[in-house]
């Protein structure tokens, strides 16, 4: 329905009533917003909040010299390192090469080594176990042999491999597979070997996202829980990780419980700003991929 305006001209009140509707709709969005932002964040920094500030900051430190919290540190750092030197080594060329061949059965082959990273850990800590334990699959051989693999530090660190590696294997795939392509093939058709080819091409050019994936993994190693308790157990000294000397304090002692616990959280941060810079290197130096490819391809051997 319409109204007739002096001079005949008509009147829409729905037009009339347009712009004062969309600024109140516009009003009501951003009030929406900002309160879903402000849930989200509320949710996600209360609880670190809550642990952070749950003792004074003197004792809030003092827990992080204690015998227990020592002793897990010097364990975390020990069998993370040699699980990250080993995921590296034997990690790095297994991406390349799956990121650079095409072959029937290679989905199959991404699918099993994603297959850890939807495991549950405690599932993943039994299938170690049953296969390297004492009693299971392959523990009657290992025992003829003289090894053990169970409840020891090689179980913590096997236990870091098989829940961490996928991190750093899917990361670094997709690094290489970020890799122009046609600069491989060139470096092939000017002599360069596969091995020369990769040290020289492809690794300085995936190098901020391999970087980046080996963060995460790194970070997952870290925290990893699940699949130790089951297959490395949790013994000071030898095999009790940061997040084990956690689970193990919380009836003892709680506040050495949350010191450990911020140290855990500050170490993640710090691993997870590590990996968002070597992102970021990543991402800008794809830009400059090319001319960089070729000053290797064509460095004197």
Same mark, same amino acid.
């Given at each position: 329905?319409?109204?007739?305006?002096? %001079?005949?001209?008509?009147?829409?009140?729905?037009?009339?009533?347009?712009?004062?509707?969309? /600024?109140?709709?516009?009003?009501?969005?951003?009030?929406?917003?900002?309160?879903?932002?402000?849930? &989200?964040?509320?949710?996600?920094?209360?609880? *670190? =909040?809550?642990?952070?500030?749950?003792?004074?900051?003197?004792?809030?430190?003092? %827990?992080?010299?204690?015998?227990?919290?020592?002793?897990? @540190? &010097?364990?975390? $750092?020990?069998?993370?390192?040699?699980?990250?030197?080993?995921? *590296?080594?034997?990690?790095?060329?297994?991406?390349?090469?799956?990121?650079? !061949?095409?072959?029937?059965?290679?989905?199959?082959?991404?699918?099993?080594?994603? $297959?850890?990273?939807?495991?549950?850990?405690?599932?993943?800590?039994?299938?170690?176990?049953?296969?390297?334990? !004492?009693?299971?699959?392959?523990?009657?051989? $290992?025992?003829?042999?003289? @090894?053990?693999?169970?409840?020891?530090?090689?179980? =913590?660190?096997?236990?870091?491999?098989?829940?961490?590696?996928?991190?750093?294997? !899917?990361?670094?795939?997709?690094?290489?597979?970020?890799?122009?392509?046609? $600069?491989?093939?060139?470096?092939?058709?000017?002599?360069?070997?596969?091995?020369?080819?990769?040290?020289?091409?492809?690794?300085?050019? /995936?190098?901020?996202?391999?970087?980046?994936?080996?963060? &995460?993994?790194?970070?997952?190693?870290?925290?990893? +829980?699940?699949?130790? *308790?089951?297959?490395? %157990? #949790?013994?000071?000294?030898?095999?009790?990780?940061?997040?084990?000397?956690?689970?193990?304090? +919380?009836?003892?002692?709680?506040?050495?419980? @949350?010191? *450990?616990?911020?140290?855990?959280?500050?170490?993640?941060? /710090?691993?997870?700003?590590?990996?968002?810079?070597?992102?970021?290197?990543?991402?800008? #130096?794809?830009?400059? #991929?090319?001319?960089?490819?070729?000053?290797?391809?064509?460095?004197?051997?």
């Amino acid at each position: 329905m319409t109204a007739n305006a002096p %001079g005949g001209a008509h009147m829409n009140p729905d037009h009339e009533r347009a712009p004062w509707v969309s /600024a109140l709709g516009r009003v009501a969005l951003a009030v929406g917003a900002a309160l879903v932002v402000a849930v &989200v964040l509320a949710f996600l920094i209360v609880p *670190i =909040v809550a642990l952070v500030t749950y003792q004074p900051l003197p004792s809030l430190i003092d %827990g992080f010299g204690t015998k227990v919290a020592t002793d897990a @540190i &010097v364990v975390s $750092l020990k069998t993370n390192a040699i699980a990250f030197a080993l995921m *590296i080594g034997f990690g790095t060329p297994f991406a390349y090469l799956l990121a650079r !061949r095409r072959f029937t059965g290679r989905s199959a082959v991404i699918t099993l080594v994603e $297959l850890p990273l939807v495991m549950p850990p405690a599932v993943a800590g039994l299938a170690l176990l049953v296969a390297f334990g !004492r009693f299971g699959l392959l523990g009657h051989t $290992l025992s003829v042999l003289g @090894i053990d693999l169970a409840f020891n530090q090689a179980a =913590v660190v096997i236990a870091i491999l098989f829940v961490a590696s996928p991190y750093y294997l !899917r990361g670094a795939i997709a690094a290489f597979e970020a890799v122009d392509r046609a $600069l491989l093939d060139v470096a092939g058709t000017l002599g360069a070997g596969p091995i020369r080819t990769m040290l020289r091409v492809a690794l300085p050019l /995936a190098s901020g996202g391999l970087g980046a994936a080996a963060a &995460v993994a790194f970070a997952r190693g870290v925290g990893e +829980f699940g699949a130790t *308790i089951l297959f490395a %157990g #949790s013994f000071q000294g030898t095999t009790q990780t940061l997040p084990l000397a956690v689970y193990s304090l +919380f009836d003892a002692n709680l506040d050495q419980a @949350i010191s *450990i616990g911020v140290l855990l959280i500050i170490v993640s941060a /710090a691993i997870l700003l590590t990996a968002k810079l070597l992102t970021h290197t990543w991402n800008s #130096s794809t830009s400059t #991929s090319l001319s960089r490819g070729v000053h290797s391809i064509s460095a004197p051997r």
